[in-house]
C-alpha cells in the first residue's frame, strides 16, 4: 500500500473531532474511543486546532471532507453559536454552542455542558436537585449553560452569585420565564453578600462556575454555608482538589469536581450524533484512575 492509500481517510468509519485552541490537552479523544469500543459505533474521534481567526473555516473544511460532527471547546464556543442553522432550546439559553452535526444538509448546534452538569450529581453523585437550594458562582458562560438544565431539576432556589453583581442580575433575568414555569425562585447578587446569608437560608448545592479554580483562587463563600450535608461541586477538575474543594472538605461539605460532568457531556453529544447512549461508569472509573495515577507522579 502507498503512502498516499496510508492516508486516505476509512469512509466505513465516521469522523468527528474536537475544535478548539490550544486543544492538544483535551480527554475528550479518550472518552469517545472508550464509548465507540462499548457500543460498537464506528467512530473516529480527533483533535483538531482551528486558528484564532479561522474558526468557520476550519470546520466547514471538515464538514466538506467528509466530517459528521464536532466538539467545540474553548474559545469557540460563542462562534459555533453564530454558526449554527438550527439551536436547541438549551443551546439557546446559554448563549453558547460545544456540539455540532450536520442532519438534513443543516448545521445543528446544542450545549450539553448543564445537562452534563445535572447528570454528573444527580446520577453518578445520587444528590437530587428538587427542592434543593442552588448556589450558583459566577455568571459566564459555564453558569449561563448550567442554568436551564438546574431549573428543570425543580430546585427551591437558586442563587447565582457573581464578583460583578450586575452580570449575576442580567443573567438571572434571561431565566425569569423558565424559572416561573418550574417554579424555581431565583436570586441574583454579588459575592460579598453572600455573607448576610443566613443557616436557614443556607444552601444544599453549591457549583463553582467562576474562573477561580483557574487562577488558583478561593471564592469568598463563608463558613457557614460549607458545613455537613452540602455538595460542594466545582466543574474543574485535575489530578488534585481545586483550593475550594479543599477548603470545603475542612468545613465538612462532600465535595467532587468536574471530572463526571466532563464524561456525560461527551455521552450526550455521542447520543446526538449516533442515537445510542453510552454507559458512562465505567468511562469515568478509567479517568479517575488515571487522574489518581498522574496526582501519584
Known sequence: MTAEQNSTPDTTIDRYVVVGNPVSH???PAIHAAFSRQTGEAVQYERLEAPLDAFADTV???LAEGGHGFNVTTPFKLEAYDLADRLTPRAEAAGAVNTMWIEDGLIHGD???GIGLVRDIQDNLDVLL???????LGAGGAAMGAMLPLIECRPARIV???RTAQKASDMVEQFVEAADQYNVELWAGGLDALGALSDDEGCDVIINASASSLQGELPPVPDHLLGEGVLAYDMMYG???TV???YAAKCGATTSDGLGMLVEQAAEAFYNW???RPNTTPVLAELRAALQAEAAR
Open 26 to 28: 483535551s480527554r475528550s
Open 60 to 62: 466547514r473544511r471538515f
Open 111 to 113: 450545549n450539553t455542558d
Open 130 to 136: 428538587e427542592g434543593r437550594r442552588i448556589l450558583l
Open 160 to 162: 447565582v452569585a457573581n
Open 239 to 241: 489530578a488534585k482538589p
Open 244 to 246: 475550594f474543594l479543599a
Open 274 to 276: 449516533r442515537g445510542v
